[in-house]
């Protein structure tokens, strides 16, 4: 089983002081199944490549009682020690457990900096193909080259085997690569050589939180390294879903806090008060989520509340967060969840009197948006729709965020106020809607707030 990483970044040869072990030595650790080895087949001011090489003894594998299987000599004949798997993780977090957490006393500065690196797994097990490993690493700004590996070379006729070979390039932390794999290795494999229990949430949470939240395939990469187990998963999920922050909690530790937490609450609050102030009597969250504005809504003594999403996951997690199954017949029945798309209409959503869309818009292509456009306004047709959106202006405002970059991975677009203020009076025009502007968050002279909301009135 083999990685190499491989550095251009000059001079390459600090690769060695970032991983922690010297390139003129050759170092060997044991592990509970093998035992790993650090090698450096090239070490330049150019370039230099790092070689963590995993020698694993199936027999070992079996005392430590990986499983059982109808055929005999399962335990003993498989791909386990030439794949890159859970094994291939354990070692990364034994080997590099300083350079993944993002040490380095000599070279503090080039640890926390990110600089070109190349890392090639010449067999992956990957259920799911290359279009999963594409769906995994591309997100998190690798270029991903996946080439497919044959069942057996003499007989060309039998397919593709699920294993591919695997390079990533990036400007990247070495913290963060090393991380990825950690963490998504497993999720290709889709299987672990050890038993997962609670402690497993916290490793996925400690190695992935700060990434993890934002991923477009986060549910997906959750089960899976939770091996499926529901008594795991949902609760993990439920912890990302809490820790998912905006990127202006990256700017100070304490005083970002503060200020997420103020801006999620404005954005709600607004939208709140505006549903409030239209005297609506049944309101549509569309879109909602996890539940954040259901939450609020339910508190407001309105006849009918319904969120719609198209994820039943989210559903799931709003109906425990607003703990449906607690509620008393009377308060139920005034709360429904629906799981729709906003793509295709849908006639359970006429008839209300104000509809939402909080942070929704920016997730749709434009055919989808447009869609998702005559289906509220047109279909549906709320005498009050409430529209929120990230005001792209306001990005450069937010250092952590890179420039050209959206606020989060799955984000189609993000508009400057004038696109949004153009996009909003042509919807009222179509469908005979009146439009006001209204600013959430603070207001900077320049640029702007960093959410615009538009109310539509029939």
């Known amino acids: 089983m083999l990685l190499t990483l491989t550095t251009t970044h000059r001079p390459a040869t600090d690769l060695g002081f970032l991983l922690h072990k010297h390139p003129d030595r050759v170092q060997r650790f044991g592990l509970p199944f093998g035992a790993a080895h650090v090698v450096y087949p090239e070490a330049s001011p150019e370039r230099c490549t790092a070689a963590l090489v995993l020698d694993v003894d199936p027999v070992g594998l079996v005392r430590r009682g990986h499983g059982s299987t109808a055929f005999a000599l399962a335990e003993y004949v498989n791909d386990r020690p030439y794949v890159a798997s859970s094994l291939m993780s354990v070692a990364l977090v034994t080997v590099f457990k300083s350079a993944m957490s993002g040490q380095c006393r000599t070279h503090p500065e080039l640890a926390a900096t990110a600089i070109g690196l190349e890392a090639r797994l010449p067999t992956v097990p990957a259920r799911g193909g290359e279009a999963l490993v594409r769906r995994l690493f591309e997100p998190l700004g690798y270029a991903v080259d996946v080439q497919s590996i044959g069942l057996d070379e003499q007989h060309p006729e039998w397919g593709d085997s699920r294993h591919v070979g695997l390079r990533l390039t990036a400007a990247v932390r070495l913290a963060d690569l090393l991380t990825h794999l950690y963490v ?48 795991l998963f949902h609760p993990a999920l439920d912890r990302l879903e809490a820790s998912a922050v905006d990127p202006a909690a990256q700017e100070d530790p304490e005083g970002a806090l503060e200020e997420r937490v103020l801006l999620r609450d404005q954005r709600l609050g607004t939208v709140r008060a505006a549903l409030k102030a239209s005297g609506a009597r049944r309101v549509l969250d569309l879109g909602c989520g996890p539940g954040a504005l259901l939450r ?40 429904r969840l629906l799981q729709s798309p906003l793509t295709y209409r849908d006639k359970r959503l006429r008839g209300f009197d104000a509809a939402a869309l909080v942070e929704v818009i920016e997730h749709l292509d434009p055919p989808r948006l447009a869609a998702a456009e005559v289906n509220v306004f047109a279909d549906a047709q709320p005498a009050t729709v409430i529209v929120t959106t990230p005001n792209a202006e306001y990005n450069p405002r937010w250092e952590t965020l890179p420039a050209g970059r959206f606020r989060h991975p799955d984000h189609r677009f993000e508009w400057t106020r004038e696109q949004f203020a153009a996009w909003s009076a042509g919807v009222g025009s179509r469908h005979g809607y009146r439009v006001r502007h209204v600013p959430i968050g603070p207001e900077d002279r320049e640029v702007g707030p960093p959410t615009q909301m538009a109310v539509f009135e029939r």
């Open 296 to 335: 609020l809504l339910v508190q407001d003594g309105y006849d009918e509340v319904v969120g719609v999403d198209v994820s039943s996951r989210a559903l799931e997690i709003a109906a425990r967060r607003l703990r449906l199954d607690e509620l008393h017949d009377d308060r139920r029945d005034r709360i």
């Open 184 to 231: 998504l290795l497993p999720v290709l494999d889709d299987d672990k050589h050890y038993w997962v229990d609670q402690t497993e949430i916290d490793k996925l949470l400690h190695r992935g939180g700060d990434w993890l939240p934002g991923h477009p395939e986060k549910e997906l990469i959750t089960r899976r390294y939770l091996k499926h187990e529901a008594s």
